[in-house]
């Protein structure tokens, strides 16, 4: 039993043993960079689960606890990939500008209302929030506004030339 252990640990992982799982994720070619990254990031973990796995077996000598801390360090990272931190973007120019052009899937709120409106996203205190404008004097207004309020992790990347390199 534990030599057929050993060989399931050692077997290796690989991604494509997960595309029927991921039709949840979108499949548009902005989005295969991101889908490219979650599988190499779930092979990985898998083949590390595997490994620590075998590694806790051996040094215990009793499957069971092993298994107990496998299932309690799956629960440990479970935890963190349950609720992946969002990237919001965004834009904090007036709403001619903003109907003129703008990044595709970023939140809208000109600068001045920040304060009455940031509530209306429904966003976290914590969330990661990118904020910009035409040249980054506006949204360095509204990254002050967001502190203010207690947004802690904000930042001011700049107008919307830099914020569309820095998104691509």
Same mark, same amino acid.
């Given at each position: 039993?534990?030599?057929?252990?050993?060989? %399931?640990?050692?077997?290796?992982?690989?991604?494509?043993?997960?595309?029927?799982?991921?039709?949840?994720? =979108?499949?548009?070619?902005? =989005?295969?960079?991101?889908?490219?990254?979650?599988?190499?990031?779930? &092979?990985?973990?898998?083949? #590390?689960?595997? #490994?620590?796995?075998?590694? #806790?077996?051996?040094? +215990?000598?009793?499957?069971?606890?092993?298994? %107990?801390? !496998?299932?309690?360090?799956?629960?440990?990272?479970?935890? &963190? %990939?349950?609720?992946?931190?969002?990237?919001?973007? !965004?834009?904090?120019?007036?709403?001619?500008?903003?109907?003129? @052009?703008?990044?595709?899937?970023?939140?809208?709120?000109?600068?001045?209302?920040?304060?009455?409106?940031?509530? @209306?996203?429904? !966003?976290?205190?914590?969330?990661?929030?990118?904020?910009? &404008?035409? +040249?980054?004097?506006?949204?360095?207004? %509204?990254?002050?506004?967001?502190?203010? #309020?207690?947004?802690?992790?904000?930042? =001011?990347?700049?107008?919307?030339?830099?914020?569309?390199? !820095?998104?691509?």
């Amino acid at each position: 039993m534990l030599e057929s252990g050993r060989r %399931a640990a050692t077997a290796k992982y690989h991604p494509d043993q997960q595309m029927a799982s991921e039709n949840r994720y =979108n499949e548009s070619p902005k =989005n295969n960079k991101s889908l490219g990254v979650v599988r190499l990031l779930r &092979c990985q973990i898998e083949n #590390l689960m595997k #490994l620590l796995n075998s590694i #806790l077996t051996r040094l +215990t000598n009793n499957r069971r606890f092993a298994t %107990a801390l !496998l299932i309690l360090s799956l629960s440990a990272l479970a935890s &963190c %990939a349950s609720s992946p931190s969002q990237v919001v973007w !965004l834009d904090v120019r007036t709403d001619a500008e903003y109907a003129e @052009d703008h990044i595709e899937g970023s939140a809208h709120i000109p600068h001045e209302e920040i304060a009455m409106r940031i509530a @209306d996203l429904g !966003l976290e205190k914590d969330a990661e929030i990118n904020v910009y &404008c035409r +040249t980054g004097k506006r949204a360095g207004i %509204a990254l002050a506004a967001l502190q203010e #309020l207690g947004y802690t992790n904000a930042k =001011n990347v700049g107008g919307i030339g830099d914020a569309r390199e !820095l998104r691509d």
